[in-house]
């Protein structure tokens, strides 16, 4: 049976757990931002699995955009796997609509328990918008996390490779049901547009309105002119301009720029200067490394 483990990840959790799985399954490693060009997808695989962060309690629009572009998903066994921060709510659950909506089946979804990447509110009555900072985990709590991994690696292979049907690891779904049809488009948009400075209007819904989320990113007197950032990013959202980044407002959120810059120049909104950075301690910047352009 062949295999092919497509992944999306900013600061590494979600390729080790897809490196993880690929190498017990025999399956073939691919950067979903490096397929993203083609206008189909067409795979001979027999087993599909797709291992991606989870942002906003939903899925990343890349993720969206990749399973709308997977031709001949029927027959078919698909898997996918979120990482995620704080709990993986429905995530499994959206991605299982847009494959049935693309003619496929989801046969199975894990979450995994990782360290949080993105930023996370520090006080919330005074100044909540501009409150926002890194959210440090202890040295212990990571390790645990990927000690834990470690063990359910075991028993996601297992499964998938035996080809059971039907395991979705969620939680909270009556909370989350409800966020999405009451709060998602309206309040939880716009808090979070706000809190990266954006003052315009915009019709995008939620998930893609995240991609101005990028008016939130500067650089400091730190940044060298180095371009990491710039190749770094999966979505070619960085360009330089007299020798500085300048981001383009189609942004993943991946946070990749500002986790991997090696000055820690790169900071958003007001309170991250401080904080520290993270990526997963088995991934190299050479692994994030997408294109080599100037
Ligand atoms: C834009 C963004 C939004 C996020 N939203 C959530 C969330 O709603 N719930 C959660 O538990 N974790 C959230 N996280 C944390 C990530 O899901 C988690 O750290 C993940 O493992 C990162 O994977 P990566 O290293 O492969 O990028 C968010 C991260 C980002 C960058
Ligand atoms: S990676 Fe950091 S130091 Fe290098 S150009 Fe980007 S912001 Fe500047
Ligand atoms: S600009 Fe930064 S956060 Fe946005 S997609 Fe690129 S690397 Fe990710």
């Known amino acids: 049976m062949s295999t092919e483990i497509y992944y999306f990840s900013g600061t590494g959790n979600s390729l080790v757990v897809a490196r993880g799985i690929a190498e017990k399954t025999n399956g073939k490693l691919i950067s979903i931002p490096s397929v993203m060009d083609k206008e189909s997808i067409k795979t001979d695989a027999d087993m599909i699995g797709i291992v991606f962060p989870m942002y906003h309690h939903g899925i990343p629009l890349i993720i969206k955009r990749f ?38 089946r989801l046969a199975a979804g894990f979450a995994v328990n990782m360290p949080y990447n993105y930023i996370f509110p520090s006080f919330v ?56 049809l009451f709060l998602r488009e309206t309040l939880q948009k716009s808090v979070w547009l706000k809190v990266a400075g954006f003052e315009g209007d915009t019709n995008l819904s939620f998930q893609e309105s995240l991609q101005l989320m990028d008016w939130g990113f500067r650089y400091d007197d730190k940044c060298n002119g180095c371009g990491i950032c710039l190749k770094i990013c999966p979505e070619r959202n960085i360009e330089m301009i007299d020798g500085r980044p300048v981001w383009q407002h189609h942004c993943e959120q991946c946070f990749a720029c500002l986790q991997w810059c090696p000055k820690e120049a790169i900071q958003f909104g007001s ?6 950075r993270y990526h997963h301690p088995d991934v190299k910047l050479s692994d994030m490394i997408m294109h080599d352009e100037k």
């Open 67 to 104: 399973v709308n572009k997977l031709d001949n998903l029927d027959k078919k066994y698909i898997f996918g796997v979120c990482t995620y921060g704080g709990s993986p709510g429905i995530c499994i659950k959206y991605l299982d609509k847009i494959i049935k909506s693309n003619g496929g």
């Open 125 to 180: 009555l005074k100044d909540f918008f501009n409150s926002f900072a890194l959210r440090e985990i202890s040295p212990e709590k990571q390790q645990k996390m990927f000690d834990n991994w470690k063990k359910k690696l075991e028993s996601i292979c297992e499964y998938v490779q035996a080809q059971k049907v039907g395991k979705f690891e969620t939680k909270a779904e009556v909370i989350e049901y409800l966020v999405r």
């Open 271 to 276: 309170r991250t200067s401080h904080g520290k």
